[in-house]
């Protein structure tokens, strides 16, 4: 399949929960809980139909923005080498903020479950699917761990991303698990996340020097 046709799935992904909306709108109260807390309970609310449209219009966003940065980006003749890792992102990306649209709209119609443990296994796939992508990654503007030192030399960019991708994949597994036994997971996955930020803007440095 080629870049056109992972885009018409993310479209297509994107419809769909423009679909779930349409066909649960007449059932739904108004106005609809539209934030959680770290907990799990509502705590924020919006009119219907800008609760429901705000999701949607999200994902056609990110859908339109990932699908023109290769064609903009000074470094674009790197993409193809990791095309489509990278077409699979926007394709999980839309896919994510379908079930997010999703279990919105189920715990509106009164369904209960905590809004945290559910959201917290798809951003574990999430996190481990950057990974990949992280691990196969060329150079570019615009994706991945973009530091001064990556960006100047293509072995120190090769060798950060290597380890990057392998640390947010494990991320992804703790994360996905842990959503099933504690209920503090997704701040400890924050936790991660940000450690492991901050270790690659570290390690990008200190290889950078030790090339020069």
């Known amino acids: 399949m080629d870049t056109k046709g992972r885009m018409l799935i993310a479209l297509g992904l994107v419809i769909v929960s423009v ?9 739904l109260p108004d106005p609809i809980a539209t934030h959680w807390g770290i907990n799990g309970e509502a705590n924020g609310y919006s ?12 994902s056609i966003l990110i859908v339109g923005v990932f ?5 903009i980006d000074p470094l674009r003749k790197n993409y193809p080498s990791f095309r489509k890792y990278y077409d699979g992102t926007v394709i999980l990306l839309a896919g994510f903020f379908t079930y997010l649209q999703a279990i919105m709209i189920f715990w509106n119609l009164g369904y209960a ?33 973009r ?5 100047s030399n293509a ?30 997971t997704l ?9 492991v930020a901050v270790f690659l803007v570290v390690y990008s440095y200190l290889e950078f020097r030790k090339i020069k």
Request: net charge positive; glycine share 8%.
């Open 113 to 145: 479950f905590s809004f945290t443990t559910a959201i917290t296994p798809a951003l574990g796939v999430l996190f481990f699917y950057m990974g990949i992508l992280l691990g196969n990654a060329k150079q570019n503007w615009f994706v991945g761990i």
């Open 67 to 71: 699908w023109a940065l290769p064609y």
């Open 155 to 184: 072995k120190v960019w090769d060798k950060t991303h290597k380890i990057g991708g392998k640390l947010f994949k494990a991320v992804g597994i703790v994360t996905f698990i842990g959503a099933f036994i504690l209920s503090s």
């Open 19 to 27: 679909l779930i909306s349409a066909f649960y709108y007449p059932q």
């Open 187 to 195: 701040l400890i996955s924050v936790a991660l996340i940000i450690a």
């Open 47 to 58: 009119p219907k139909l800008e609760g429901l449209l705000v999701i949607p219009i999200i």
């Open 147 to 151: 530091t001064p030192w990556t960006l």
